[in-house]
T-cell receptor
Framework: LAKTTQPISMDSYEGQEVNITCSHN???????ITWYQQFPSQGPRFIIQ???TKVTNEVASLFIPADRKSSTLSLPRVSLSDTAVYYC???????????????FGRGTQLTVWP | ETGVTQSPTHLIKTRGQQVTLRCSSQ?????VSWYQQALGQGPQFIFQ???????GRGNFPPRFSGLQFPNYSSELNVNALELDDSALYLC??????????????FGPGTRLTVL
């Protein structure tokens, strides 16, 4: 399973764009990159998932370079309610299985200030 | 709202006791996974059930066991509780789609405190 490295914490101000980068040098060919958001005492919430290039949805964008050894989660115009822990996960099919499992690191604590 | 519910919300037990935590998955989701999240850490995978059978297990001892039922509910049982078992326990359900794109939907968790 690919190990991920991301900053422990980041600070931003309301209205700014925030980019959180995750390194995953040992990513495997069949691995996807997924980001989750977690508020205190709540379960993680799926934000976005991608395999290569760029993926965008209504809340975020995910940029993945050609070598896929890193990825960047981009949150446009953050607000106070975006203060949370953001997890980068890399994984896919387990060998011999059709089902995936999630392995979380410690995540990045994003704090948005007024 | 993910449609995944867990009970109870909070629980206090003493060392050596046994505990059962419950989860109700989204309708139609045939996969449920359980995670343990200690304070300040990311969730750690305990095990996963697919169509009522254990499909894989993380680095947890046998005193952590589970069940999945046909009605999309599941249980996590922990025997001989230890102080280090104090954590937030999360369940997550998913459709069980192949291809590595299986999005997991988490419940709010059960906060277990072992005294």
């Amino acid at each position: 399973l690919a190990k991920t490295t991301q900053p422990i914490s980041m600070d931003s101000y309301e209205g700014q764009e925030v980019n959180i980068t995750c390194s995953h040098n040992n990513i495997a060919t069949n691995d996807y990159i997924t980001w989750y958001q977690q508020f205190p005492s709540q379960g993680p919430r799926f934000i976005i998932q991608g395999y290569k290039t760029k993926v965008t949805n209504e809340v975020a964008s995910l940029f993945i370079p050609a070598d896929r050894k890193s990825s960047t989660l981009s949150l446009p115009r953050v607000s106070l309610s975006d203060t949370a822990v953001y997890y980068c996960l890399v994984g896919g099919l387990d060998r011999g299985s059709t089902l995936g499992r999630l392995y979380f690191g410690r995540g990045t604590q994003l704090t948005v200030w007024p | 709202e993910t449609g995944v519910t867990q009970s109870p919300t909070h629980l206090i037990k003493t060392r050596g006791q046994q505990v059962t935590l419950r989860c109700s998955s989204q309708s139609g989701h045939n996969t449920v996974s359980w995670y343990q999240q200690a304070l300040g850490q990311g969730p750690q995978f305990i095990f996963q059930y697919y169509r009522e059978e254990e499909n894989g297990r993380g680095n947890f001892p046998p005193r952590f066991s589970g069940l999945q039922f046909p009605n999309y509910s599941s249980e996590l049982n922990v025997n001989a509780l230890e102080l280090d078992d104090s954590a937030l326990y999360l369940c997550a359900s998913s459709l069980g789609q192949p291809g590595g794109t299986d999005t997991q939907y988490f419940g709010p968790g059960t906060r277990l405190t072992v005294l």
